[in-house]
């Protein structure tokens, strides 16, 4: 176990890492100055990381991107077997768990888990991924924990935002126990979703809430080709929850 490590913003990694099981604790950042924060700056195409646990993280920004593992990503990249615990806020938009923002290529998250902890931002906020404008799969990968809130707009429990040009997307395998709130887009999995097939995920949170417009209990507004089986919503308690899955469909299918 490695403790109390700081964020020297490490540039851009196409390598591939295996963590080996092996644990960071105390993980930090506190200059709310800087943009594109994490364990690295951002991965590129070929990144591979897995097998790592990153224990209670506190990160601070006021800039977009910023994600435990990565502030963004830029081509393939393949997240495996990584746990994430503790609190990560900024100021700015696109805040993940593990990433703030995919910005194209695809990007694979498997058997990765979030434990106790928030993800909180301005928008798009999410358990793995704040925002997505490239191909995002997240497969039996688990939110346990990880409360995510949007001062503005668009969270998820597991993404807060796909992009109008994100393709190819799915979900599968996999729960969210956590709570998700921002004033508007607010779902159970993901607060805006476009092209995305959903498959085995269930949602467990206890309030899954918006104060305004677009709640739903996997998706808050779905655009675009939504595909969603044997999936399903079970206790969650919010004034502005909605029993249907998905809160708003702009040209979808569900």
């Not at 502030?71 to 805040?95: E, F, H, R, W």
């Not at 707009?153 to 921002?182: K, L």
């Not at 417009?213 to 909605?242: D, E, F, P, W």
Request: aromatic residues 6%; proline residues 0%; hydrophobic residues 40%.
């Amino acid at each position: 176990t490695i403790y109390d490590v700081f964020i020297a913003l490490i540039g851009g990694f196409a390598g591939i890492l295996d963590g080996a099981g092996h644990k960071i604790s105390n993980l930090y950042h506190s200059d709310s100055q800087a943009g594109d924060i994490g364990l690295f700056k951002y991965l590129l195409d070929g990144a591979q990381i897995s097998n790592l646990v990153l224990d209670d993280v506190s990160i601070v920004s006021s800039k977009c991107n910023t994600g435990a593992v990565a502030g963004y990503t830029s081509g393939n990249v393949k997240l495996q077997k990584i746990t994430v615990s503790g609190n990560i806020a900024s100021n700015g938009d696109c805040v993940g768990g593990l990433v703030g923002k995919v910005t194209d290529g695809r990007v694979e998250i498997q058997e990765c888990e979030l434990g106790s902890g928030t993800v909180k931002g301005a928008n798009w906020c999410g358990g793995f991924v704040g925002a997505a404008e490239g191909s995002l799969a997240i497969m039996e990968s688990n939110n346990d924990n990880m409360a995510v809130e949007a001062t503005v707009s668009g969270a998820g429990g597991f993404v807060g935002g796909m992009m109008g040009g994100s393709t190819g997307n799915s979900i599968e395998y996999s729960d969210c126990d956590a709570n998700v709130s921002a004033p508007r887009i607010v779902g159970g999995i993901a607060g805006q979703a476009t092209d995305l097939a959903v498959e085995g995920v269930q949602v467990f949170a206890f309030r899954i809430l918006a104060q305004d417009m677009y709640c739903g209990g996997l998706v808050g507004h779905g655009t675009r080709k939504l595909a969603v089986i044997y999936s399903g919503v079970a206790h969650s308690s919010s004034a502005n929850y909605q029993e249907n899955i998905v809160g708003s469909e702009t040209a979808s299918s569900v």
